[in-house]
């Protein structure tokens, strides 16, 4: 019965070593791929560091761009407006200035015979 257990212990221990060597290489295999990981974030902080000035350059003249753009729209606006108005008016005043014209000629004139 001593032998046997001992066979067992034994067994569990070499087990243990087998699966402490096996996690071992994979931890081994993760912090190599975490090392790359951590290298490549570097450079790509380092480089998003140097760009970021430009960018936000490139953000200010488009923002500019679109105010301006924006402003235009509203002047067209504004000059739309007041064409449709003006041409209301006018639209307005020729009505009745035909309609001036149009009762001026129903009327017969003094002393003449109606019809």
């Known amino acids: 019965m001593q032998n046997l257990w001992e066979w067992a212990v034994l067994l569990a221990a070499i087990g ?3 699966v402490s060597v096996i996690l071992s290489y994979v931890l081994i295999r993760v912090s190599r791929s975490l090392w790359k990981v951590d290298a ?17 350059h490139t953000v200010e003249q488009i923002d500019d761009m679109v ?3 924006n402003d235009k729209f509203m002047a ?4 739309m407006t007041a064409t449709a ?3 209301a008016s006018l639209g307005t005043r020729i009505r009745e ?13 003094k002393g003449a015979r109606p019809g």
């Open 16 to 18: 243990f070593f087998v």
């Open 40 to 56: 490549t974030l570097g450079v790509v902080l380092e480089e998003t560091r140097r760009a970021l000035p430009e960018v936000r």
């Open 67 to 69: 105010s301006e753009v």
């Open 76 to 79: 067209a606006d504004r000059a």
């Open 85 to 87: 108005e003006t041409v």
């Open 97 to 109: 200035r035909l309609n001036g014209f149009a009762s001026r000629v129903r009327r017969p004139a």
